[in-house]
């Protein structure tokens, strides 16, 4: 039976959002049998989807709790929101200790922790290199090297300094900024997700945010391999590089595919290695399965920026994680490495 036929937005009273019949970018065509009721709403700058198997109960209610939540933390969280706690964090915390939102300061400390695991791959202190790039709210251009310099030396997650007992935030370089847009996203989904688990008794789903950041709870029927996930190639939309099977895991994609400008015949991406900062070459979409998606978020912009062989060392120390990278050279191959339900 055709999906379309059986859900009908016109037809359901909600305030979610719209509900649509199919997420054909998102599962694999090669997954037959799921019926679901998706409920989506535009927030972060993408849209947030929620999927539930149909017939579960006030799937429509729970989903609009679901995306309120995504709301609160968009505004507590975005640097383009200039009320938002975040914002505010870059206005003092260079100037005293700033005492946060308990969650919001261990989203930090997560942060934190990520960035020295990667060896820097992964920076949330690299605001202003954002900034200085265009990618904040524009003009996009390439910075002069003695630009690019002096702001590698005014960031560095060593100069977040976080106090545990007190939940307070201080920057030792004042004219830091964070940033959290590369693991906003996954956050929001993990919020979600503990929502769902702990207040509504719902297991089976799968939420994602603009397709690059996923949770799946655990499988529906007749998917006995997990949430079955097409992941896309990053410049033909139409190309399956492969399907990724998810079970009480998430996901975290990468590429550079829409936010991207070019200067004098060169394309320069968003994703910036905060190492060098300039924008990251080598690798045309990094993929990474965890056990949550904030770490799923910040790993695949950590090994997008690194590289394969940064991506099979951490792999060989988390066990609980799996990449799967895309070249930016079509001669070599795709890699998967560490823990990956994967087909191609």
């Known amino acids: 039976m055709d999906r379309r ?22 599962f694999s065509q090669n997954a037959p049998g799921l019926s679901l009721v998706h409920i989506k709403r535009r927030a972060m700058a993408t849209d947030f989807e929620i999927s539930f198997p149909l017939g579960t109960k006030d799937a429509v209610l729970i989903a609009e709790d679901c995306l309120d939540l995504i709301s609160v933390l968009e505004n507590q969280l975005s640097v383009y929101i200039q009320k938002s706690e975040v914002v505010n964090i870059n206005q003092n915390a260079g100037k005293n200790p700033l005492i946060i939102e ?30 200085l790039w265009g990618f904040f709210k524009g003009p996009k251009r390439v910075p002069s090297e003695i630009e690019i310099i002096n702001i590698l030396s005014a960031f560095g997650s060593d100069s977040l300094i976080l106090d545990h007992s007190k939940k307070s935030v201080f920057f030792s370089k004042p004219e830091m900024e964070i940033n959290l847009g590369a693991i906003g996203k996954g956050y ?112 695949s ?38 823990n990956l339900a994967v087909e191609f």
């Open 5 to 26: 036929s059986i859900i009908s937005p016109a037809n359901i009273p909600h305030n979610a959002g719209l509900i649509s019949s199919a997420l054909e970018t998102i």
């Open 102 to 131: 308990p969650n919001l300061f261990h989203l930090l400390q997560k942060a934190k922790n990520l960035s020295h695991e990667t060896n820097q791959g992964f920076d949330i202190t690299a605001g202003k290199l954002v900034k």
């Open 188 to 299: 929001a989904l993990d919020r979600v997700k503990g929502l769902l688990l702990n207040k509504f008794g719902v297991s089976t789903f799968m939420i994602h945010g603009g397709k690059s950041s996923i949770v799946c709870g655990s499988s529906p029927q007749n998917q006995s391999k997990g949430w079955p996930i097409a992941i896309n190639h990053p410049w033909l939309p139409n190309k399956r590089i492969a399907t990724v099977f998810l079970e009480n895991r998430a996901l975290g994609i990468s590429a550079a595919t829409y936010n991207n400008f070019e200067s004098n015949g060169i394309k320069y991406g968003h994703i910036l290695n905060p190492k060098t900062g300039y924008p990251a070459k080598g690798v045309a979409t990094c993929v990474v399965a965890a056990a949550d998606a904030t770490s799923a978020d910040a790993l």
């Open 301 to 338: 912009t950590a090994f997008f920026v690194l590289g394969t062989n940064a991506a099979i060392q951490y792999c060989e120390n988390h066990k609980e994680v799996g990449i799967l990278i895309l070249p930016e050279n079509e001669k070599e191959q795709v890699l998967v490495v560490g």
